[in-house]
């Protein structure tokens, strides 16, 4: 019996697990939703300011319809589940209405319209895999390490900063990321399934999957692997059940690759021809964007995972694998599948930040491992995570928070020509450093074409106010400049970034002979408010804010002034 003076509380009444996952993936999914019309096409610019996206609506909607059995996207640079889970998505919308369909005859300007319908609605299911990303990795790590640490995964997975950026793109990675969520969650299910073969063969599936959507992907396999040796093996009798998961397990996930990626079967020669691209590609690097940038496994550390995934959540979560990891023998397969990725794009020469992504599930469970069943951290270190755990989640809300007001901000390429508009005399002439492209202020609506040549061919035939001029090729040519002489440049962040950083000689003498006769006049910038200007922010983040600067000549600026005109 209580004592007399004794409070006696009530039981707490626990939140329904279904409900529990609803909140955490509805809440993942309105975050994304919010700036997801960042950069669509319009009648000023009739390409999407990410320059992938045009790429993979051209592969997946207009060369792709699953419903008349066109499966091949004849692309093959990575797998093609994403393309087509895009493909069937979007002409299932467009059959029933919810996309129009174009007149006959269409303008330029209705062409760029339907395909800002496109990319919304798929980057409206990107949201959902994303969303889908945390409820997955909050199941994972609850199957061990109980309840609370797995919601707390499944939030840190769901307020990434990078994955809720790139949840907003039609691009690969984050599809990508699901599947490889799926595989993890089929590892460690392994060990509580009633039927483990089963569960080892749908985790099989999933891997599969996600090689089919990126090549390097399927070596979440290893994942099934240690849990399968691990849940049949381990001792003489059972030795050839440990071996058989392999192989079937290897099985599964090859037969899935083929169903998937058709192309690697049905279009051959095509298909080896990007694969072997694509290898070469990750291995010589990316133009000057990776140059002289020390050795990968640092670099992926930081700026892209301290950016992407926050410096207290690379920390913490690296922590807790640490010290609560190989508590876990579930869990060990994730681990190794992490790790083993995490060295393969370690040690390639392209270093983008959304590479990482697939580590992001193996973050987020050390993130929640640190609240184990709630008091497995008896020290003092270790239970500092009862308040250093929420401040690593606020942060990461924080900086999810302040790159989303990024995407809902006018963007600098926006302001630039708004700017542009309103102060450069008609009929000036505006010159461009290199070729103009997605990072130029669209002065003409073909700036995001594919190819170099048919974007110049577009400026020169522009029906534009302004004389256009590209001072390339070559790219910051000197000579060029001196000739063309254009009455205002503009330079964009994603221009000059690294050619400054590894003091291209070029660069340096056109930026040399530039303020010798320009003076630059305006500075456009949508960066984030908490991050700033950092110099290390990771390329394929700075596609939602790139720094534009205008430069003006100084005589042509002071005969401007002297006539009342711009300053």
């Keep these: ?22 909140s955490l993936f ?22 999407s300011y990410h320059p992938d996206e045009w790429l993979v609506l051209l592969a997946s909607y207009f060369t792709m319809n699953p419903y008349a059995g066109e499966w091949l996207p004849g692309f093959y640079n990575y797998g093609t589940l994403p393309l087509t889970l895009w493909s069937g998505w979007l002409h299932w919308l467009s059959a029933v209405g919810v996309i129009t369909s174009l007149p006959e005859n269409p303008n330029a300007s209705q062409v760029a319209h339907l395909r800002a319908e496109l990319h919304f609605w798929a980057r409206l299911l990107n949201a959902l895999f994303g969303a889908g990303t945390a409820v997955v990795v909050a199941r994972t790590l609850a199957q061990v390490a109980g309840e609370r640490a797995g919601m707390v995964a499944g939030l840190a997975m769901g307020l990434a900063p990078a994955f809720v950026v790139h949840s907003r793109f039609q691009t690969v990675d984050v599809p990508t990321t699901f599947f490889v969520a799926l595989a993890l969650h089929q590892s460690v299910a392994m060990w509580q399934a009633t039927n483990p073969w089963r569960t080892l063969l749908w985790g099989a599936v999933w891997a599969g999957c996600a090689a089919g959507s990126k090549y390097n992907a399927g070596l979440v396999l290893l994942a099934i692997w240690m849990s399968g040796w ?33 192309g690697s079967w049905a279009d051959r020669e095509q ?10 590609h990750v291995q010589q690097g990316h133009g000057e964007i ?28 690296v922590m807790g694998w640490l010290w609560m990891g190989r508590r876990h023998r579930a869990l060990w397969g994730v681990a190794l599948a992490s790790l083993a990725y995490y060295g393969l794009i370690g040690s390639a020469e392209v270093r983008f930040l959304r590479y990482t992504f697939p580590v992001f599930p193996f973050l987020a469970m050390g993130l929640g491992l640190w609240l184990a069943q709630g008091t ?14 929420p401040l690593a989640l606020a942060i990461q809300a924080l900086y999810a928070l302040d790159y989303t007001g990024c995407m809902v901000r ?18 000036a002439s505006i010159g461009f450093a290199t070729v103009p492209w997605f990072y130029t202020p669209p002065l003409f609506p073909e700036t995001g074409e594919l190819f170099w040549h048919k974007r110049l061919e577009a400026m020169r035939s522009a029906d534009s106010t302004y004389r256009l001029i590209s001072l390339a090729p070559p790219e910051w040519s000197a000579e060029n400049l001196g000739l063309q002489r254009p009455d205002y440049l503009i330079i964009s962040e994603f221009e000059a970034r690294d050619v400054a950083r590894i003091a291209r000689r070029g660069y340096i003498e056109f930026m040399r002979a530039l303020q010798e006769e320009y003076v630059l006049v305006e500075t456009f910038s949508n960066g984030p408010l908490l991050l700033g200007r950092r110099h290390s922010f990771p390329h394929d983040m700075l596609y939602i804010c790139p720094e534009t600067t205008i430069w003006g000549r100084k ?5 401007e002034f002297s006539h009342g005109g711009a300053p």
């Design 1 to 22: 019996m209580p004592h007399a003076n004794e409070v006696v509380s009530a039981p707490r009444r626990r939140v329904p697990i279904w409900l529990a996952m609803l």
């Design 26 to 47: 509805l809440m993942a999914f309105g975050l994304r939703c919010v700036g997801i019309r960042w950069g669509l096409p319009n009648s000023q610019h009739y390409y």
């Design 230 to 262: 691990l849940r049949f093996g381990g001792n003489p009798r059972r030795l050839v059940h440990g071996g058989a998961a392999i192989l079937a397990s290897t099985a599964g996930a090859g037969l899935t690759f083929l169903l998937v990626c058709p």
């Design 271 to 280: 298909f080896w021809r990007n694969f072997l691209y694509e290898l070469r």
């Design 290 to 317: 990776f140059t002289d940038t020390g050795l990968g496994w640092l670099y992926h550390l930081y700026p892209n995972l301290t950016v992407g995934f926050t410096l207290a959540g690379l920390v913490l979560g």
């Design 376 to 389: 497995l951290f008896t020290n003092r270190l270790m239970g500092a995570g009862r308040w250093l755990v």
């Design 410 to 427: 006018p963007d600098s390429r926006d302001q630039a020509v708004a700017w542009i508009r309103h102060r450069v005399p008609l009929h």
């Design 555 to 559: 005589a042509v600026l002071h005969s």
